[in-house]
Every structure is written in structure tokens, then in C-alpha cells.
RNA sequence: GGCCCCGUGGUCAAGAGGCCUAAGACACCGCCCUUUCACGGCGGCUACUCGGGUUCGAAUCCCGACGGGGUCACCA
């Protein structure tokens, strides 16, 4: 059996969307899973959208969610180059070829004629499709005009009778009618190739096997597999996916901030999280489990199991996984991680951040929730009263006072300040003081935290604060509960 | 609008004519555990878009409607 080739093919935009992230991995767990190629191809033809940088934030991206390819722009291949900006005097070529063979032809065409002709189309409610107006020109007005240096593009000669049909690996048997082909140009005024043109060459001169790619190109196929057979190409199989949408009518977008890779870097999100969430937007192994590494998803990933319906992007799930694997980490890849985070809000304040790490580990969602929930640490927020009542640990502000004023003494005494001793001095107090556990260590842990939610309870947050913050804050607590 | 695709709970999804009075996960709600939250445990809520067929029997097959998406560039 033939060598399964798949390939990546983005155009360097500057941004990865999350879309053909998923693209690119599937393509990636196909070919590994097969046993074959994953190549990497830039798509630069068009030199004005060009951005400075952007070939490397996808190779960052790829190498980073673990997808290696074999063959690409940097580490070349035998079917290079693999940007098709050094490409371009190749395709040309390949079209006067058909051109010969009567499946394109040279079309002289302004601009603005064929907008006129659109918008009369449209005017009477037509759908605009070129009418072959320069394929009945005869060879000596064609040659008249390229003599003259006329200028031209080439255009594909696609049947008008009859229907072209191919067989989608995920979407089945597709058969469009013939009269809804469009003529589409294959060598542009300025003499590169469309996209549409220069993919089917690369792909055929990089012996592409499959071509895996958005839904998008599911209805312009039947015009390539036209060129392939112009060609006497061997069509390859195509796999097309369905959409990641950001809900049932919108697709992830730029404006909202949703649709790229970085965003979500950003935001603390990590990429074994997002790569296994988005393996199953899409897909499924067939069975209950959730949780793969890349080298588990090559084993168990199958184009059968892909799913035809557009998927919606659901970050709650993204962020349980995140959280899953957040918890899952090595202790001092979190403190690592997290160190930067805690820094937006602690730097320079003397906390501890290996023991609130600890205490925070498990609780991390996302790193971009981080700083506000150690924020209280360097400075006590104002807070209301009545988060001293609570009614499972029988407290309220009077009972909050008589705590506070409990554990004052009781705290100041404390001469070595750790959690073990400070642990044993507190529950000690509270036990010879008769109160319930919760009556005593919620109030205290108010009036240190000033919140009603804490990474830790009463005890580790007194150790992180220190002494002397603790005790300022007891005391801040017990004035606002006398002014209460 | 033409052509094409899709349609199981709020979301991802299992389901390929009887095993479905439809699995699992996320989210949500309740209870338990607990010095808060989180974690964990237990329980709950919510779905086959609709209408016709075919069949002894349909979420599964067919037709239609409706809904959503894609595509109709000298952009990729």
C-alpha cells in the first residue's frame, strides 16, 4: 500500500485559529496513525497580506502542541520548496499545458468588465458565473492580444452538461451538477497562481495522499479533481471537516477574542488541554475515556469516527480539562507556571509562593483567575460585615466578635509562627473555649481574607500572611464588628 | 437566491431497524464530606426539529417542511 501523505497548508496570517489547529492535527494523527508523512506547506502567495514573523508563530504553534512534521520549510524534503512564494515560476507552466489540451483557456477580460457583468447579474437576481465569453475567441485574435501584450489571466474550462462526484471519507458520496461550475482562474493577471490552482499541483508534486481541510472546500473539489483529470493525476481522498463554531450560528472569530491558539495561551490555558479538547470537537474514540496525550490519540484516532456536524467550541469543557491537567502536573511545573501570575498582584509583598502554590494548585481552573484569588494576600479588601455570618458554622457578627477577641491573645502568644504550631495553639484554644471549630476559624479566616472564598483555610492563610499582618487584620475586624 | 452539507439534552457526544421507557462527559441543581471554596462521593434536571411514509417494529431507511451552516473573487 501506497505511503499515506497528508499536509498542513496554512497562509501566514500572524495568528493560528483554533479551526486549523485542529486541522493540522488531524491531519498530523492520520498520517502517524497510517504509518505516513505530515508535510508542512506555507501558503504565501499573496504577497500584500504578507506579516512579518507569522511563519514562525506556526511553526511555535505546531512544535509546541507536540505536531512535528516531516517534511516542511525549515527541514526541507525531497518535494520542496515547501513555501509556495518560491514556487511560483512553476505553476505557469502546468496551465498553458491545458490550455493545449482545451481544459483552460486565456481570458482577456477586464476587471471591470466582468464587475459590470456581475452586477447585472445580480440586478436581475442571477447568480453571476463567467460565460466563456474569451473561450470563443479564435486563435488569431488570442494571439493577437498576447502579442500585443494584452493583459490575461487563464481560466479553467469547466464542463456545463452532466455531474462531477467524488467520495468524501467523512461526508459520502457528493455529486454536484456540472452548470453550477464556475470558471475559475488558475493563473492570476499578474501571473501566480490562485490558490485553488497551486494547490492542486502542490499537492500533486508533493504526493499528497489525502487532503484533509475545512468544509469550506467541499463544494469547489469537483473543479479540482476536474484539474487532476486534466492532468491524468490520480485524484487524492479527501477528507473534508465540519466547522468549530463559537455557538449554533457564529464561527470563532477574530473580533470576539475566541478564535486563535494565542488567545487562549494567553488566558493560561495549556496546550495539552487544548489539544485533547479540541481532539474531541469533531471526534470521538468510540468509548467513554476523555483523557489523551498526543501519542494515545495517534493510537486510537480513526477518520470513521469523525463527525459530519459542525462542533461548538465549549470553553467550560476546555477549562475542565485545563483544570485536570493543571491538577495532574508536576508540583514544580506549577509553581513554575504560576509564578508570573502570582507576581501580577504579589510582587515584592514576602509571601510565600512554594506553600501558597501548594494550596493553589488544585484550585487553578485557569492562570488568568490566579490573580484574583491571591490578591487578598497583599492587601486586605473591604469587606462587609455580614460575611461573618454564616449559618452552618453557626456564626454572626456577635459570635465573630467573641472569636476575634478569643483568638487575639491566643495568636499574639504564638512565638513560632508554622502551621503545626499554629495549628495546635488555635484548635487548643477553641476546644478549651467550649466553641465549635467552624464558629471560631470562619470568623478568622474573614477577617485575614476578607472574603468569603480562600485558597486554604484560616490556619495557612495566617502562616502566609505572618504575624504581624495577622494580627493587624484580627484587630481591623474587630473594629468593624464593633462599628456593626 | 442557486448549488452543497448538517440536524440526539444548554454543550460535546454514544447510537449503523428490535439490546433505547436513549450511554457517558461538561455545565447546572440538591445532598454528603469539610474551618470557606475547590477536590471527592451520591442523586437529580434536560434530548432523538417537525410532518408524512416504508416496516411486525425507526433516533436509526425514504420523502417533504423547518432550522442552521458552507459556497458562489484575478482571497486563501
Request: hydrophobic share 35%.
Amino acid at each position: 500500500m501506497k505511503e499515506v501523505r497528508t499536509r498542513f497548508a496554512p497562509s501566514p496570517t500572524g495568528f493560528m485559529h483554533l479551526g486549523g489547529l485542529r486541522t493540522a492535527l488531524y491531519n498530523y494523527l492520520f498520517a502517524k496513525k497510517m504509518g505516513g508523512k505530515f508535510i508542512l506547506r506555507i501558503e504565501d502567495t499573496d504577497q500584500e497580506r504578507f506579516v512579518e514573523g507569522a511563519t514562525e508563530v506556526i511553526y511555535d504553534t505546531l512544535r509546541g502542541c507536540g505536531m512535528n512534521w516531516d517534511e516542511g520549510p525549515d527541514i526541507g524534503g525531497d518535494y520542496g520548496p515547501y513555501i509556495q512564494s518560491e514556487r511560483k515560476s512553476l505553476y505557469l507552466p502546468y496551465a498553458q499545458q491545458l490550455v493545449k489540451s482545451g481544459h483552460a483557456y486565456y481570458c482577456f477580460c477586464t476587471r471591470e468588465e466582468l464587475d459590470g457583468r456581475r452586477a447585472a447579474a445580480e440586478a436581475k437576481g442571477e447568480v453571476f458565473k463567467y460565460d466563456k465569453h474569451c473561450l470563443h475567441l479564435s486563435p488569431e485574435e488570442i494571439q493577437a492580444k498576447l502579442d500585443a501584450g494584452v493583459p490575461y489571466v487563464i481560466r479553467q474550462n469547466a464542463p456545463t452538461e452532466g455531474e462531477s462526484s467524488y467520495d468524501d471519507l467523512v461526508f459520502g458520496h457528493m455529486s454536484f451538477p456540472n452548470d453550477t461550475l464556475d470558471d475559475m482562474v488558475l493563473i492570476k493577471q499578474d501571473g501566480m497562481p490562485t490558490y485553488n490552482f497551486a494547490n492542486v499541483i502542490d499537492d500533486h508534486l508533493m504526493g499528497i495522499t489525502h487532503v484533509m481541510r475545512g468544509l469550506e472546500y467541499l463544494s469547489s473539489t469537483p473543479k479540482y479533481n476536474l484539474l487532476y483529470e486534466a492532468f491524468g493525476w490520480e485524484v487524492p481522498q479527501y477528507i473534508h471537516l465540519p466547522t468549530v463554531m463559537r455557538d449554533a450560528t457564529h464561527k470563532l472569530s477574530k473580533r470576539d477574542g475566541d478564535a486563535y491558539y494565542s488567545d487562549y495561551v494567553d488566558k493560561g490555558y495549556l496546550t495539552e488541554a487544548l489539544i485533547n479538547y479540541l481532539a474531541l470537537v469533531g471526534w470521538n474514540p468510540g468509548d467513554d475515556r476523555e483523557f489523551f496525550t498526543m501519542d494515545e490519540l495517534i493510537d486510537v484516532f480513526d477518520v470513521h469516527r469523525l463527525n459530519k456536524a459542525p462542533g461548538i467550541f465549549d470553553v467550560d469543557k476546555l477549562t475542565w480539562f485545563n483544570h485536570h491537567y493543571i491538577c495532574q502536573m508536576d508540583f514544580e511545573r506549577y509553581l513554575e507556571l504560576v509564578t508570573p501570575w502570582f507576581d501580577k498582584v504579589l510582587a515584592g509583598k514576602n509571601i510565600d509562593y512554594r506553600r501558597l502554590a501548594q494550596l493553589m494548585q488544585e484550585r487553578t481552573e485557569v492562570f488568568n483567575r490566579v490573580p484574583d484569588m491571591v490578591r487578598f494576600l497583599a492587601e486586605l479588601p473591604d469587606y462587609d460585615v455580614e460575611l461573618y455570618t454564616h449559618k452552618k458554622m453557626k456564626t454572626n457578627p456577635d459570635v465573630a466578635r467573641t472569636a476575634l477577641n478569643l483568638m487575639k491573645p491566643v495568636l499574639e502568644g504564638v512565638e513560632d509562627w508554622n502551621e503545626t504550631t499554629l495549628h495546635d495553639t488555635v484548635m487548643a484554644a477553641i476546644a478549651d473555649a467550649g466553641m465549635k471549630n467552624g464558629a471560631v476559624l470562619w470568623p478568622l479566616r474573614i477577617a485575614i481574607s476578607g472574603q468569603q472564598n480562600t485558597p486554604g483555610g484560616a490556619i495557612e492563610i495566617a502562616w502566609l500572611l505572618g504575624k504581624e499582618e495577622t494580627l493587624r487584620r484580627v484587630d481591623d475586624g474587630l473594629k468593624r464588628l464593633e462599628n456593626a
